[in-house]
T-cell receptor
Framework: DAGVTQSPTHLIKTRGQHVTLRCSPI?????VSWYQQVLGQGPQFIFQ???????GRGNFPDRFSARQFPNYSSELNVNALLLGDSALYLC?????????????FGSGTQLSVL | KNQVEQSPQSLIILEGKNCTLQ??????????LRWYKQDTGRGPVSLTI?????NTKSNRRYTATLDADTKQSSLHITASQLSDSASYIC??????????????FGQGTTLQVKP
């Protein structure tokens, strides 16, 4: 059984561009969360989706948006990229997104903004 | 402000030795506390999850403790192996509708196990 898969694994963009990151959860999982991890820091919560609805949002600007599809996969979009957006973007899935559930993380997308 | 702080920032130990990592948090209302292991360039992998009523939980050579009164947790690694070299992250989950799905991560402790 495949774990959480993210694509692409690495990405290089320039300032002002737009980027779309993709995540496929573990089969049967309906909740997907997105996190940003800057080098040397712990991950920071961006969004959580469950059954295609946004369930939670962290302190990120409106340049960050996401959606979840009927097959429970998810996309994270970032507009007008800034140098500070360079980070490892992690996706995690769980069955129903309950607070006590175990989260399963993908290996992340390493985004570099030049 | 909800915060999770870990110490030490980094640690070097010899293979076979034990070590203990610390985590202090100021998250409220508290739901659960998790320890994750993160290898370089990979996503975090769950080691333990503890709720308010649990004060010890073990997973192979990893033992986590939780003192909900002092808002402190520790992760003890026994008989360390080279493969234990990684970043260990303490994560606290807040409960309540305004905190749904929101995990507060510490900055991690980087452990290096040397032969």
């Amino acid at each position: 059984d495949a774990g959480v898969t993210q694509s692409p694994t690495h990405l290089i963009k320039t300032r002002g561009q737009h980027v779309t990151l993709r995540c496929s959860p573990i089969s049967g999982h309906k909740s997907v969360s997105w996190y940003q991890q800057v080098l040397g820091q712990g991950p920071q919560f961006i969004f959580q989706y469950y059954e295609k609805e946004e369930r939670g949002r962290g302190n990120f600007p409106d340049r960050f948006s996401a959606r979840q599809f009927p097959n429970y996969s998810s996309e994270l979009n970032v507009n007008a990229l800034l140098l500070g957006d360079s980070a490892l973007y992690l996706c995690a899935s769980s069955a129903i997104g309950a607070t006590n559930e175990k989260l399963f993380f993908g290996s992340g997308t390493q985004l570099s903004v030049l | 402000k909800n915060q999770v702080e870990q110490s030490p920032q980094s640690l070097i130990i010899l293979e076979g030795k034990n070590c203990t990592l610390q985590c202090n948090y100021t998250v409220s209302p508290f739901s659960n506390l998790r320890w994750y292991k993160q290898d370089t360039g990979r996503g975090p992998v769950s080691l333990t999850i503890m709720t308010f009523s649990e004060n010890t939980k073990s997973n192979r050579r990893y033992t986590a403790t939780l003192d909900a009164d002092t808002k402190q947790s520790s992760l003890h690694i026994t008989a360390s192996q080279l493969s234990d070299s990684a970043s260990y992250i303490c994560v606290v989950s807040a409960s309540g509708s305004s905190n749904t799905g929101k995990l507060i991560f510490g900055q991690g402790t980087t452990l290096q196990v040397k032969p």
